[in-house]
């Protein structure tokens, strides 16, 4: 079994607490040196791409760099971020894509948006010249959506439609315009028992205390599948939970609850 990435938390900490965020509630870590080796090297088999995103700030790691540098060597790396700590990976040459998550900007974080935005488009430039793609996401609608397209069409002589859908700004710099979802749990009043997803299809995810999981929205590690540092991925891969998943996604059905309480695909 292949997957087209595979995401990996390297840290569930954050530095903000949007409202639109599910917030962790698991105790905060970050994954060491030599975890982040010894899961490297179970993954390495299944993918060519990883996504360092979950829950939590990647960019808060305090060996983020060392992280993007030692993973590059065999996967192409593409990373999720807030971009309040954009400074911290700027010059990095390892990174593939970078998603940008604009809609968290907020005041009550202390920063005027013209001081986020330069701070962030200035290390794009830089992250450009490197080859690294950058998808702005703006996917949750607030009162700074027109503001922050404003900025962008002055900065690069754009004219971007405040109801855009998805904009090429150039050809490394792309704008990502999702709707908002509804994070899957089982306390939700989304239900429903019919549907597919790509979990376990073309992607999983593993929380940073080494718990693989279906897909990158099982934050909380509800759908708990094993855990990579004490099992090979191929032995929960092909366990009887995986299978039953997988046979049911192929005929459009959910069995496991908390996929029940999950309309990603069907939003988005």
């Known amino acids: 079994m292949r997957f087209k990435r595979i995401y990996v938390e390297i840290t569930n900490a954050c530095n903000l607490s949007c409202d639109f965020c599910i917030k962790n509630s698991r105790k905060v870590k970050y994954i060491s040196i030599s975890e982040f080796k010894k899961l490297l090297s179970k993954v390495k088999p299944y993918t060519n791409y990883l996504y360092f995103h979950v829950l939590g700030e990647p960019l808060l790691h305090p060996k983020i760099n060392e992280l993007i540098d030692i993973a590059s060597r065999d996967f192409n790396i593409n990373i999720?971020?807030?971009?309040?700590?954009?400074?911290?990976i700027k010059d990095n040459k390892n990174i593939r894509q970078l998603n940008i998550s604009l809609h968290s900007f907020n005041l009550k974080y202390k920063m005027s948006l013209n001081d986020y935005l330069?701070?962030?488009?200035?290390?794009?430039?830089?992250?450009?010249k490197?080859?690294?793609?950058?998808?702005?996401?703006?996917?949750?609608?607030?009162?700074?959506?027109?503001?922050i397209i404003d900025y962008i069409n002055n900065r690069y002589k754009t004219c971007i439609p405040y109801n855009l859908e998805n904009f090429k700004i150039n050809d490394y710099l792309f704008i990502n315009n999702f709707h908002e979802f509804i994070w899957p749990d089982?306390?939700?009043s989304t239900f429903d028992s019919?549907?597919?997803?790509?979990?376990?299809?073309?992607?999983i995810g593993i929380l940073v205390d080494g718990t693989v999981?279906?897909?990158?929205?099982?934050?909380?590690?509800?759908?708990?599948?094993g855990n990579i540092?004490?099992?090979n991925l191929d032995e929960i891969l092909n366990s009887k939970r995986v299978i039953d998943m997988i046979d049911n996604f192929k005929n459009n059905k959910k069995c496991e609850e908390m996929c029940k309480h999950?309309?990603?695909i069907e939003k988005n």
């Open 80 to 88: 999720t971020t807030n971009g309040y700590l954009i400074d911290k």
């Open 194 to 203: 019919n549907g597919t997803c790509y979990g376990l299809i073309d992607h």
């Open 186 to 188: 089982l306390s939700n």
């Open 262 to 264: 999950c309309k990603f």
């Open 213 to 225: 999981v279906p897909c990158c929205l099982d934050s909380m590690g509800v759908i708990n599948l």
């Open 229 to 231: 540092y004490n099992t």
């Open 130 to 147: 490197n080859n690294t793609y950058i998808s702005l996401r703006l996917w949750v609608k607030n009162k700074y959506s027109s503001e």
């Open 118 to 128: 330069n701070n962030i488009f200035d290390s794009i430039d830089t992250l450009i």
